[in-house]
């Protein structure tokens, strides 16, 4: 072991992110994206495809705390206040203990995040212009902001 590292049964108990993302999350996202008639190129739709992906978790985890009984949401939202103290085994014991019906949760997510999405989305590239694509178009990369 080295020293400031936690030992091996620390590392996988302490709920860390995983860094792989969901393909059906991902595919999902695809097709809203060429439903919606977006026309990017590889690193701009890879961007894109990066924040509805986040979007969509976000979401995710509001409705599935939502969905918790009101004494274990309570109990999951005063853990999450020290995030050393959440590991994989405390949250499966609340959420996959008792939300029998996550399959439903995650539908009704699908369904509000594409209706949010193809309502309010309109595809422009500079949006989601990169460095090195702006760099090969001759202009120079100005970061959107946002009001």
Excluded at 6 to 30: H, M, Q, R, W
Excluded at 58 to 86: F, H, I, W
Excluded at 91 to 113: C, R, S, V, W
Excluded at 125 to 135: G, R
């Amino acid at each position: 072991m080295n020293p400031g590292q936690p030992d091996s049964k620390e590392k996988t108990s302490k709920a860390v992110p995983l860094g792989t993302k969901n393909p059906y999350i991902i595919n999902f996202c695809k097709a809203l994206v060429e439903k919606k008639g977006g026309k990017l190129g590889p690193e701009a739709l890879n961007k894109l495809l990066n924040d509805m992906y986040g979007l969509f978790e976000n979401m995710l985890g509001q409705n599935m705390v939502k969905a918790l009984p009101e004494d274990l949401r309570r109990k999951y939202l005063e853990l999450c206040e020290d995030l050393t103290q959440v590991d994989y085994e405390t949250i499966g014991e609340i959420f996959d203990k008792h939300i029998p019906n996550y399959q439903a949760i995650m539908k009704e997510t699908m369904l509000q995040f594409a209706e949010i999405f193809m309502k309010n989305r309109d595809f422009k590239a500079d949006d989601y212009a990169t460095p090195s694509a702006a760099s090969t178009a001759g202009a120079a990369y100005k970061p959107q902001q946002r009001s």
